[in-house]
């Protein structure tokens, strides 16, 4: 009392309306929990507990009140701010220019940090802004998010790289629940384990969300009884890790797998696997790359001479893992105090998990010159298979991008020997392609225990995503949202009816076509959303042309089209129009959705350098041997070409 006399006046209006907003807070939180079952307090002291301790979850689980995306948010403010100044000041195109383009990057970065678009300046953010109904937040889950159409551009260019380069090499492909028995994910994964997500029991069924697509495809091949089968499978997998959406970690996100089931001869399918990677690596151009392998049985042999016990190989072996992260000392560290393993013990692991090798054939040696080493039956094993699949990575010319990597471990625990991991040379993406052998996974799950030998490997496609959205931010590289050849624009006195007339015409000849709805638009308009949408080629059509009966076709790119100038038009009467198309579109067809920056050197006469091919004048007779020269590697190329034509003329 005596310190209530003593303060100043207070706005007693504004303290009982903030009074009165707590305590309708207050009873929206009993409300809820009422909602969920339970009892909410009566007492007014420990309702107001219950709303603080609310509030703390809220503000701590919400990613944009973090340190980092505050710092974000406001580097995109004072950006958005130089941006009005140079607006304001008429300052010159290209300096708006890129102002604008660092705002847009900067408001990307704060997104996938967030999953939010940033808040304006001026207006509340998440945390100030007071909302009346708490009950719905607008959101995706946690580590998961949506994909806008540049997005998806780059990522059906990624997976169409991948999938033709799996065609290539005669994969079918095939498709598997998204769900499966919780039973049939349980012990494969390690201590990967936890972060299977659970489904609630559904009539009977523990379910569990897939938590890659290997397992699923051993389940397959045991219930269908396969014996050989060559598969692509590129799918949705779910995991419950802690993701991190700068780097290309979610819990929501696409693998890309490629797998061979079947007894062959030692080392070969395992050779085309790693060609298969060293293959789409080289085709993405997300950079300089290397391929690690080790062998597990190799690994174990290890293990087993310095003195692990069999029971704990895969336990130790999920140490080592972690040798692409942390430091040996960390490791080290981790095996005795965490996993009891004895300090000498670890050491004598240490001596030969640090070495590796590019190429791998002095690794090899000098492992065949240990002679405690190859007397051990699993690394004589191991060894002889790495030398065997050094020779053949030799022959089909992909050693260069190998490294022999006594530290890579992969913790999965169905591995069963060679073992492979990707990696880009100075990015910090983490792996970008997993994988190995898998002997004995197929007969965990058939009835009779019946093996089927299988290896594989997995492309890590969120993180080649997330490198080249990257390079698009930066503006290394430029994309076409759609595949749009021709948009038809209309000309004076056009009207629309002219433009319907005219693209249905060509949805009937199977070009890619649209056309401007707004007939009252200037042609300049129509010309500036033809470059926005990247259209490389208009038609135009107005009153004169539909009277003359021609079609104005005009190149909207900066490069010249089939002889014809950028920004310049070419008249092509009516009935000619789809033929003359034809010739463009073998030109504009090649252009790729992803390619270098406008900043490139252009090409003088087409979108694209044309590539030489040869074409035979008649069809080759059945049953023709053709004899080329070994080294006549160019009249090969031509003579497969020309088969492949007339075979697709057939």
């Excluded at 397959?220 to 590129?234: D, E, M, P």
Aim: hydrophobic share 40%; aromatic share 6%.
């Amino acid at each position: 009392a005596a310190a209530a006399a003593a303060a100043p006046a207070v706005d007693i209006a504004k303290f009982e309306q903030r009074a009165a907003a707590a305590e309708k807070k207050i009873q929206e939180l009993e409300a809820k929990l009422k909602h969920i079952g339970s009892s909410p307090s009566t007492s007014s002291s420990t309702s107001a507990a219950t709303a603080a301790s609310a509030a703390a979850a809220a503000a701590s689980s919400d990613p944009t009140e973090s340190d980092e995306a505050v710092a974000l948010l406001a580097e995109v403010h004072a950006q958005g701010e130089k941006v009005r100044v140079l607006k304001s000041g008429k300052k010159s195109k290209e300096e708006v220019d890129e102002a604008v383009k660092v705002l847009l990057a900067l408001k990307e970065k704060y997104t996938a940090l967030t999953g939010a678009a940033p808040a304006a300046e001026g207006k509340k953010g998440p945390k100030e802004k007071k909302r009346e109904d708490q009950a719905f937040q607008l959101k995706t889950p946690k580590g998961m998010k949506d994909y806008g159409p540049q997005e998806m551009a780059i990522r059906q260019h990624v997976f169409a790289v991948i999938t033709s380069v799996f065609k290539r090499h005669g994969a079918v492909t095939i498709d598997t629940p998204v769900m499966e028995l919780k039973e049939t994910l349980t012990g494969k994964y390690g201590e990967d384990s936890k972060l299977i997500y659970d489904v609630a029991d559904q009539g009977g069924e523990l379910l569990a969300l897939r938590y890659d697509l290997t397992v699923p495809f051993a389940r397959y091949c045991a219930q269908n009884k396969i014996q050989h089968l060559k598969r692509y499978h590129i799918a949705r997998v779910y995991r419950r890790d802690n993701p991190k959406m700068t780097k290309g970690r979610y819990r929501e996100f696409y693998q890309c797998d490629f797998d061979i089931a079947g007894s062959y001869a030692p080392m070969v399918p395992d050779a085309e696997c790693l060609t298969i990677v060293h293959e789409i690596l080289s085709a993405l151009d997300i950079g300089n790359f290397v391929i690690k392998i080790n062998h597990r049985s190799l690994l174990d042999g290890i293990f087993a001479i310095s003195g692990v016990p069999a029971c704990d190989f895969r336990l130790i072996s999920s140490s080592v893992d972690k040798l692409d992260k942390l430091p040996w000392e960390e490791v080290k560290q981790e095996m005795t105090g965490q996993k009891g393993l004895k300090p000498e013990v670890a050491d004598r692991i240490g001596e030969y998990v640090k070495l590796n090798d590019m190429g791998g054939h002095n690794l090899i040696k000098q492992l065949k010159a240990d002679a405690k080493l190859s007397s051990n039956p699993l690394a004589e094993n191991g060894i002889k298979e790495m030398e065997l699949l050094l020779g053949y990575l030799d022959v089909l010319g992909v050693s260069k991008s190998i490294r022999f990597d006594l530290s890579l471990a992969r913790g999965l625990d169905y591995y069963t020997g060679v073992i492979v991991e990707a990696v880009l040379e100075g990015a910090d993406v983490g792996s970008i392609t997993g994988g190995g052998r898998y002997d004995n996974l197929v007969g965990m799950f058939d009835p009779n225990g019946r093996q089927v030998p299988c290896v594989g490997i997995s492309i890590g496609i969120e993180r080649v995503f997330a490198i080249l959205e990257a390079k698009h931010a930066a503006g290394d590289v430029k994309i076409r949202t759609n595949e749009t050849d021709f948009y038809v624009m209309l000309a004076r006195g056009g009207q629309a009816t002219d433009a319907m007339k005219l693209c249905k015409e060509l949805w009937a000849a199977g070009f890619k076509a649209e056309f401007h709805y707004k007939a009252s638009d200037p042609i300049m308009t129509q010309f500036q959303e033809c470059e926005k949408n990247n259209v490389p080629l208009g038609l135009v059509v107005g009153e004169e042309e539909v009277k003359s009966g021609i079609v104005k076709i005009r190149n909207m790119t900066k490069q010249a089209i089939n002889g014809l100038a950028p920004r310049k038009d070419m008249p092509v009467p009516r009935a000619e129009l789809a033929a003359t198309l034809k010739g463009f579109l073998t030109v504009i067809s090649s252009a790729p959705i992803i390619s270098a920056s406008a900043s490139a050197a252009a090409q003088p006469d087409s979108v694209v350098p044309k590539k030489e091919s040869v074409h035979l004048d008649e069809p080759a007779a059945p049953n023709t041997t053709f004899v080329v020269a070994a080294t006549a590697t160019a009249t090969l190329a031509a003579a497969v070409t020309g088969m492949l034509l007339w075979t697709k003329l057939k």
